[in-house]
Structure formats: structure tokens, C-alpha cells
């Protein structure tokens, strides 16, 4: 006779491996909960990083049919829709790490400014949290996954005792900061997730710049090395590749009781049992799950009674200014590459002193490319040609400056991620489509915000490459999907509570970049690893005390 | 090829967190409060894998590559290649032209088939300015009626010709500058190199003026 042994049940699953995902997966291994990480894709081997391939080696390569390791998801693989003339760029990475294998580094901590926005504008719903509650999980990211920038503390900027060293500014940089200040605007050294100094049994960066191509040593965050490889050291995680998760399993209860997934290759469906579910799949990979668990007890997608899910989608405004700085015009060419983007960043002010504001919120800025930088795309718009032409591109070769404000989004009912039941993928599930547009706030935002970049090249006497004021970045290229399934005390006007679990169903807990009620002006991956951190204690514990 | 599963093979796990793991769990949750604590992370979980430095790094030259052209061919080619290297010439470095510009160029058009009206239209006026000039055609023609020619076009005196100006011209410069000789050697970029330290600025006259304040940089 042949014994059947039952279907294993998870303890917990956790629906994808990038910085919520992996964290939640490191968090619970190590307090001894089983997990399973189900991740879309698979491991990108840093040995195969084009890291050190120099822009004629690239080229060289691709003539001769190589290529690179492929981040990012083809919308061949896997479309998506939006509506005419409304168009949104969506990055995605499946595999293991997600997009921190070659993500900006930017590490902001979110201050009491963002976290009570909605308090003080009425725009929005309150964060269920505040400052003091994130604080020691930011202070317990810094040290873990290491952070170099300024020790400096602003309202709108907090600090840390736990910073790596900053590296120096470049020559553009440290005129820029030199300029801002005489217009009373502060930049400060950036916050970064890169190791300046060799930090947890990682090395430190060997200043190539070439982070965007991934790594090749890991000297910054990415959840591959940093999380998932240390949870498999408690042995108590297993990752299944190439898992791509269509659905939230329910029982007649309408409680989370497994997870349906394919096979992202051959197309094998298979599910897992599970007492707990942990959707950390991005933002938008995270909704399409949500809005696609639909079952007798939630019609409307797991959790969402509320019809908050898919909606209130934020991605912050950007430009981008470049010029020339007067002083470094035909001077000498120094290797500026640093740690890959800039090293300094200002903080938002807007708020302060009384300025007037005809708009909400904020806006910070990012200088990444300033120097000598490997492609010189902005030659096109000098103007004639021949041996003058060579000479002043040379000559303004080392003198470049960039600048990139980043205004908060306000969350919007319509601005949605909806389920498009007529359109399937290739294993049968339901596409989605991305309703998007930003509003009149943002485009008075962006007003100021080129104000401010005026101001500061002005009093730098720059020359300035031309521009047309009042555009912006196609929505969703500053990578900062956020709010689709946002957390707050309300369970009417919110998915989850502060602890990133459904109202409604208190065995599913969604933790990335969707669980933010609001995106404030800052890059959200510190503040996302702070929320895994800090709601997989909450579920670790409730766990232990038989509460799940 | 089903699903690779990667880790321990650990006991069925719902039998584990209340029994089983209960010891592991107090265990874990002690280890996990030192490491919260401390801030550290496992040591030596950095899978081994080499640093691979850039001089080490070699292509796969096992394959050529094709690099004739496919969209221009005989006098009007050759027309391209002198429009290449008429805007970024030799100099004390190589031109456009010598780096292979031209055939990049082809292979831009060969790719968005759109532009090629774009470049047959620029390709028919070029001669026939350089007739209007009494040469047979803009390849025949003296350099310094060339530059006149070209010189029309960048000013916009060229009516739509303007536009093919602007292409030919934005498609040298990043293709120029991103060979070796263009961008290594001509602009002087050294990036891309596994540096031990980052110095920075060292010109104080860039710096800001009152240092040591939060907004000075450098640890505030």
C-alpha cells in the first residue's frame, strides 16, 4: 500500500526576493519561521556582470552577438496597458534580488514632514506611523546593509549615527553645493548604499561607477547577496525560481490558505499551502496579485472591500538641467566615476523661512553625472562642426553639471493599477493596465522646482544646455512606484495596517512599495527595507505568540 | 525543466513553528537581537567570486563581426564617411571617419528603416549644392566647398535639410566619442577603472565658503 504524504504547509511564503521580499525572508529565518521565497526569475551571477566592459568594449560585444545579463522584464514577456496618450514606464526585474541588483543607492530616511504631509495639507489619508516608529529599524538597515553620506540632520532630512564614511565630492559637485549656498539652499552629502569602506563581510567599492550594469563584487545593497544569501544559512529558507505567482490562495473563511504560480519557462502551474503570505513583488507586480485573488470572500481582490487597492499609484515628478561649470571649462580631465552618481544631495526646503508655495509638498534634488562621464550625448546641441566643434566639446568635456529634482506625487483615486479581464498572459492570467496622469500640483511643483535649479546655476554663472521649462520625465522612469495598497488606521480609506497586514485578511501582509501612503519627494528602497524589517518583527512575534 | 528549488530541505514546516522549531525559534530569536543589535551580518555569507578587473575582462573574439555596410553603399557611402569626418575631422587624434563612424551610421538607418528618406533627401541635396558650385558632385567637390555646403545646412539656411544635418551630425558625436580613441583618447576619460580610493576635489576655491556647516558636505 502506498502511503500519499500530504502537501507541505509553509509557514510562510514570501511572494518575491527584492528588498522587502528578501528582507522579510532574512527577518523570519533567522527567528526561526520556515520559509519559502518564491522568486519570477533566477539568480544573475555577478561573475557575468558587464561591470568592467568600457563603452568601446560594449559595443565591440554587442557587434559581435554577446549581451549582457537582462535585468529588466521585456513588456514582450509580460505587457501591460494605459490608456492613449497617457503612457507610463514600468521597470521590472524578475529574478533574484529584484531591481536592487542595479538600483540608484539612494538612501533617504523619511522624516515627520513626510509621515504627517497629510495631517498637515489634508490632502490624503495619515500615515499610521511616524518617525519615532521607523527610526531604530533605519538605524538597524544602516548598520546591516551599510550606508556612507553626512551625519548632518535637517527636519526634512534626518540623520544617522550609523553612516560609512562619504566619498569626496567631485570638482562640479562641490561648486554646486558652494553656489546653492549662497542662495541659502543646503546640499549635503548624498546618502548612499554603497560601502566606502569594507562593511559586513562585504567589500568596499572600487569606484569604477559602473553600478547600473550590477556589481561585480557586491560593494552596494542588493537583497540577493545582503538577505537571501544569509537565509539560506539558518536553513530555513528554500526559493523556488522562476515562479511567476498569479494568485492568493483562500479558504471558506477567506483567510490566505496558499499561492497559485507558473512556471515562468514551461508554463507548469503548481501551488503551495501556506498559514501565512507575504507579497513583496514590487509595487505593481504586488497589485496585479492582489486584484487578481479573487475568490467568493473577496470579489474585489483579496483584502479589498475597501476598493483602496490599485488605486492612489504615486511616482514623483522629474527632470532633468545640465551645464557647464565656468571654472572647470578646459580644464583637467580627472576620473570622476566616485561611487556611480552623486554624492551629494539637497534636501527639501521648500517649507521653511515662509516661503509662499501655490502647491503641496515637497521636492529634493540628485546630481548624478557630474564630471567626466562616459558618453557626451549633450555635444549634439553645440552648435557647428569640424575642428572648432571637437575643440569645444573637449573643452567643456570636464565641466558638466546635472541636475535632477524629485517632487512628491499626490495619491489620487484614479491614478490606478486596474485588472483588464479580456487580456491574458501567457499562463492565462488577466494583464493589468496603468491609469496615470499627474495633476495641476504637480505641475506647479515643477515650476519652482525649475526656479530652483535656475537660481543655483545662475548664481554659478553656468551655461546652461538648453532646456524646455515645464516638462517632465515620462510617469514611472524615476522607478518609485508607490500607495496601491497603502497602510493606515482607517480600514475604509486603507489596505493595511501600520504593521503592513490587510485589514481583512490577517494572514496576508504586503510590503513593498505599495504599502506607502504617501511617496514624498525620497527614493523609498531605505524606507522600504525599514517597513519589512519592522513588520516581520510584528509577524515573527505574532507568530510566537499563536496570534496567526 | 520544472522548478529549481534552492535551500534546506527543512521538516514539514506545520509541525514546526509550535514544536519542532520552538527551541530553534528562541535560538533564532537570540541570535537575531545580537545581530539587530550589533548590526552585523553573517560573516563571510559573500558568495566567492572573483573580482574581475577591467584589464582582465577579455571579449569572446571567436566571432567576427559584420561590419559592412548594408543601407549606403559605392559614392553615396563615401559621402556619408566625408560628412563624418567633415563635422568631427583628424586632428591630433583620429576622425570620424577612421573609427568607423560611417558604418555605424548605416547600421542606425539599417535599424529604423523610417530614417532613410530622411538621409536620401540630405544625400540628393548635398549634390546638388556641390553642382550648383560647378563639381560634379559633394565627393568631387574642394573641402572648402563642402564646408560651405555643410555650413548652410548647420546654420539652417537648408530648409528641411536642416534636420538631416542635425541627425548625421548627433549620430557621429555618440558614436565618435564612444570609441576608444574618441572618448579615451581624444576627451581623456578614464573612468570605468578599479581604483583602491576616490579623492575627490582637492581645489578649495570650489568649495563652499563657510565649511563645517550641515550643508558643507563631508559629514556636515
Known amino acids: ?548 | 525543466m520544472s522548478f529549481n528549488v534552492y535551500g534546506s530541505s527543512f521538516p514539514n514546516p506545520i509541525y514546526s513553528f509550535e514544536m519542532a522549531t520552538r527551541r530553534d525559534t528562541l535560538i533564532g530569536l537570540a541570535a537575531g537581537s545580537a545581530s539587530a543589535v550589533l548590526g552585523r551580518a553573517t560573516p563571510q555569507h559573500q558568495p566567492a567570486e572573483p573580482h574581475v578587473h577591467d584589464d582582465a575582462i577579455k571579449t569572446d573574439k571567436s566571432t567576427e563581426p559584420r561590419r559592412t555596410p548594408q543601407v549606403f553603399h559605392g559614392r553615396d557611402y563615401e559621402t556619408i564617411a566625408a560628412v563624418c569626418e567633415l563635422i568631427i575631422p583628424r586632428t591630433d587624434t583620429p576622425g570620424a571617419a577612421d573609427v568607423g563612424v560611417p558604418w555605424r551610421i548605416d547600421q542606425a538607418v539599417q535599424r529604423k528603416p523610417e530614417w532613410k528618406p530622411l538621409y536620401e533627401a540630405g544625400l540628393r541635396y548635398l549634390n546638388s549644392a556641390a553642382k550648383e558650385h560647378g563639381t560634379a558632385d559633394f565627393l568631387s567637390a574642394p573641402k572648402q566647398t563642402q564646408v560651405a555646403i555643410l555650413t548652410v545646412m548647420s546654420d539652417g539656411g537648408a530648409g528641411e535639410q536642416h534636420d538631416f544635418f542635425q541627425s548625421i551630425k548627433g549620430l557621429t558625436i555618440e558614436w565618435y566619442y564612444n570609441t576608444e580613441e574618441g572618448l579615451a583618447h581624444e576627451l581623456g576619460f578614464k573612468g570605468n577603472t578599479y581604483r583602491t580610493d576616490f579623492i575627490g576635489c582637492t581645489h578649495p576655491e570650489h568649495w563652499p565658503e563657510v565649511k563645517g556647516e550641515a550643508h558643507a558636505g563631508q559629514n556636515g
Open chain 1, 1 to 548: 500500500m502506498q502511503v500519499k504524504t500530504a502537501d507541505p504547509v509553509y509557514d510562510v511564503v514570501v511572494i518575491g526576493s527584492g528588498a522587502a521580499g528578501g528582507m522579510a525572508a532574512w527577518n523570519l529565518t533567522r527567528q526561526g519561521v520556515n520559509v519559502l521565497l518564491l522568486d519570477a526569475g533566477e539568480k544573475f551571477s555577478r561573475s557575468k556582470f558587464w561591470t568592467h566592459v568600457k563603452p568601446w568594449q560594449w559595443t565591440d560585444r554587442l557587434d559581435r552577438n554577446q549581451h549582457p545579463p537582462q535585468f529588466f522584464l521585456s513588456t514582450d514577456e509580460q505587457p501591460f496597458e494605459t490608456p492613449p496618450g497617457h503612457p507610463f514606464h514600468l521597470y521590472r526585474v524578475w529574478g533574484r534580488g529584484g531591481k536592487t541588483n542595479v538600483w540608484g543607492r539612494v538612501a533617504l530616511r523619511y522624516s515627520d514632514l513626510d509621515f504627517e504631509g497629510p495631517l498637515h495639507d489634508g490632502w490624503g489619508i495619515p500615515w499610521p506611523i511616524r518617525y519615532r516608529d521607523i527610526e531604530p529599524y533605519y538605524d538597524k538597515v544602516d548598520q546591516f546593509i551599510g550606508v556612507c553620506g553626512g551625519t548632518d540632520n535637517q527636519d526634512s532630512l534626518p540623520g544617522s549615527k550609523y553612516m560609512l564614511p562619504p566619498p569626496a565630492p567631485r570638482c562640479g559637485e562641490r561648486l554646486l553645493q558652494k553656489a546653492a549656498q549662497k542662495r541659502n539652499i543646503s546640499i549635503v552629502s548624498g546618502r548612499r548604499a554603497v560601502l566606502t569602506k569594507p562593511h559586513n563581510g562585504h567589500p568596499k567599492c572600487h569606484f569604477c561607477g559602473a553600478c547600473g550594469r550590477g556589481c561585480d563584487v557586491g560593494a552596494f545593497f542588493n537583497a540577493s547577496d545582503y538577505l537571501v544569501e544569509p537565509a539560506f544559512q539558518t536553513g530555513r529558507l528554500q526559493v523556488m525560481d522562476n515562479a511567476v505567482v498569479a494568485r492568493i490562495l483562500v479558504d471558506d473563511n477567506g483567510l490566505a490558505n496558499g499561492v497559485q504560480f507558473f512556471h515562468r519557462k514551461t508554463r507548469e502551474e503548481r501551488r503551495v499551502k501556506a498559514r501565512i503570505v507575504v507579497v513583496a513583488a514590487s509595487c505593481v507586480d504586488s497589485t496585479r496579485i492582489l486584484l487578481n485573488s479573487k475568490s467568493q470572500a473577496h470579489p474585489n481582490g483579496i483584502g479589498n472591500g475597501s476598493d483602496v487597492i490599485g488605486r492612489y499609484l504615486c511616482e514623483q515628478i522629474r527632470f532633468h538641467v545640465y551645464a557647464f561649470m565656468p571654472e572647470l571649462m578646459n580644464g583637467p580631465v580627472y576620473d570622476d566615476s566616485g561611487i556611480g552618481g552623486e554624492h551629494i544631495y539637497m534636501p527639501r526646503f521648500n517649507h521653511r523661512d515662509g516661503r509662499p508655495r501655490k502647491y503641496l509638498r515637497g521636492y529634493g534634488m540628485q546630481f548624478w553625472g557630474c564630471g567626466a562621464q562616459d558618453a557626451v550625448a549633450w555635444a549634439k546641441t553645440l552648435p557647428g562642426f569640424g575642428e572648432e566643434l571637437k575643440k569645444n566639446i573637449r573643452r567643456h568635456y570636464p565641466a558638466l553639471v546635472a541636475l535632477h529634482p524629485y517632487g512628491e506625487t499626490l495619491g489620487r483615486k484614479e491614478n490606478r493599477i486596474v485588472i483588464d479581464e479580456s487580456r491574458t498572459d501567457a499562463y492565462g492570467v488577466p494583464l493589468f493596465r496603468i491609469e496615470y496622469q499627474i495633476g495641476e500640483n504637480e505641475h506647479l511643483m515643477a515650476d519652482e522646482m525649475y526656479t530652483t535649479c535656475e537660481e543655483i546655476l545662475k548664481t554659478a554663472k553656468a551655461e546652461v544646455l538648453p532646456y524646455q521649462r515645464g516638462w517632465v520625465d515620462t510617469p514611472g522612469e524615476a522607478i518609485h512606484e508607490h500607495g496601491t495598497c497603502r497602510m493606515g488606521d482607517d480600514p475604509k480609506e486603507s489596505a493595511l495596517n501600520q504593521f503592513c497586514q490587510m485589514h481583512e485578511v490577517k494572514n496576508v501582509f504586503v510590503m513593498d512599495g505599495s504599502a506607502f501612503t504617501t511617496a514624498s519627494e525620497k527614493n523609498p528602497t531605505l524606507t522600504i527595507l525599514a517597513l519589512a524589517w519592522r513588520s516581520s518583527d510584528y509577524l515573527a512575534g505574532e507568530m510566537k505568540r499563536g496570534n496567526i
